[in-house]
């Protein structure tokens, strides 16, 4: 069992910045492929970003390439998204989850592999 919780969320300007954090809890955090997803009013849930256990391979949707970094600290069980020059169109509710992971530098994508999911917070950027 792993227990994500995220924090950071807010009301930002347009071309401002968030960092998001997500903590975790129970089982070895570091054996954990991780993820972002967001979901905005009305649509499915997307992927955003995304990061192998080892830390050393990214992956990102195509519309947050460039302004979005993912990172995580595995001795503080704790994975982050940098996210800068934000845009009306990335309001949403953020997600962080975790799935098991094959190998130190696998990329999960999809939504449906992610086992271990965070309450979510909340990403409001005004025009």
């Known amino acids: 069992q792993v227990q994500l919780v995220e924090s950071g969320g807010g009301l930002v300007q347009a071309g401002g910045s968030l960092r998001l954090s997500c903590a975790a809890s129970g089982r070895t955090f570091s054996s954990y492929a991780m993820g972002w997803f967001r979901q905005a009013p009305g649509k499915e849930r997307e992927f955003v970003a995304a990061i192998s256990w080892l830390g050393g391979v990214t992956n990102y949707t195509d519309s947050v390439k460039g302004r979005f970094t993912v990172s995580r600290d595995n001795a503080k069980n704790t994975v982050y998204l940098q996210m800068n020059s934000l845009k009306p169109e990335d309001t949403a509710v953020y997600y962080c989850?975790?799935?098991?992971?094959?190998?130190?530098?696998?990329?999960?994508?999809?939504?449906?592999?992610?086992?271990?999911w965070g309450q979510g917070t909340q990403v409001t950027v005004s025009s």
């Open positions: 989850a975790a799935a098991l992971s094959p190998g130190p530098f696998t990329i999960i994508r999809d939504v449906r592999e992610y086992r271990y």
